[in-house]
């Protein structure tokens, strides 16, 4: 009997057609419709929230609280921004400066303001010769009359060779004992030395020669690069040595004047010396008078 009930409660026996398979049969029952109607009601229910979020557009009070905090982020300001203009470095470049003057007795000749001395006699020299120097040049490039350009020739060889002697009698050995580079001394021996074997070969040459006017500039080439050398490196180093230049100076001008031509010029010349003693004379007078 027990076998009996059991069957009679089983599942089984509730189907009205027991050919059709057990899922079908559970479909139909009442509990197959309650779980349906259930689940259809939970679905319309969250569907209408749904619908009343969008048409309010308001969030819900936590996701609103966080959509707060995440705008008040700096990281998000930074995100969210919009990117910086990067800055641009502006350069400005200095205006560039002209190249240097080659250098000439002129822009090397020492600037004084104290008590004419002997480097001031020998820069007055320089620029002097210099100056005539460049009156060959023109002449030569006009291809002036031969007695002209040998006369110009021969007064600035004479002035070379009063010059060179001064300096070699009296200005250099002078230097030599107040310890000035012995170096640069040695130099300026050498160059007179090339200068006086030019010199003495314009003196025995005629302007009418293929090389006599070859000769002329190149002696004033030799006597350019002596005077720059003179006037920035060996000068400043004798001013700053314990040399007399003032002292010197008279001794010079007294041992030029007795080289010099004979003669009323020669007097005139002896004059003007006794009476400028001590004061400055050519570019430098005007120099001195500033002061």
Not at 132 to 159: G, H, N, S, V, W
Not at 235 to 247: E, N, Q, T, W, Y
């Amino acid at each position: 009997m027990a076998d009996d009930k059991t069957k009679r409660g089983s599942p089984d026996n509730k189907r009205l057609n027991k050919s059709e398979p057990y899922e079908v049969a559970y479909a139909k029952s009442k509990r197959a419709k309650a779980a349906t109607a259930k689940a259809t009601k939970t679905s319309a229910k969250s569907a209408a929230k749904k619908s009343a979020k969008k048409a309010t557009g308001t969030a819900s009070p936590r996701t609103s609280s966080t959509t707060r905090a995440k705008s008040a982020s700096p990281a998000m300001k930074r995100t969210n921004a919009a990117p910086a203009a990067k800055k641009t470095r502006t350069t400005t470049r200095a205006t560039p400066k002209p190249p240097k003057a080659e250098k000439t007795a002129e822009n090397t000749a020492p600037k004084t303001m104290r008590e004419a001395d002997a480097v001031d006699l020998l820069t007055d020299d320089h620029l002097e010769v210099g100056a005539l120097f460049k009156q060959y040049e023109k002449l030569a490039k006009k291809e002036a009359p031969a007695d002209q350009r040998r006369t110009l020739a021969q007064t600035i060889c004479d002035m070379l060779k009063a010059h060179t002697t001064i300096e070699e009698e009296i200005f250099y050995p002078a230097a030599r004992r107040a310890g000035v580079d012995a170096d640069l001394l040695d130099e300026a021996d050498i160059e007179h030395a090339s200068a006086k074997d030019l010199i003495a070969q314009i003196e025995g040459g005629n302007p009418g020669d293929d090389h006599y006017d070859a000769k002329v500039k190149v002696l004033g080439e030799y006597i350019t690069h002596h005077v720059v050398e003179e006037h920035t490196e060996m000068f400043p180093k004798c001013r700053r040595s314990a040399m007399d230049l003032v002292g010197l100076r008279g001794e010079m001008e007294a041992r030029k004047l007795s080289i010099a031509p004979s003669g009323g010029e020669a007097a005139s010349k002896s004059e003007a010396v006794n009476d400028n003693r001590g004061k400055p004379t050519g570019i430098l007078a005007s120099l001195f008078s500033k002061a």
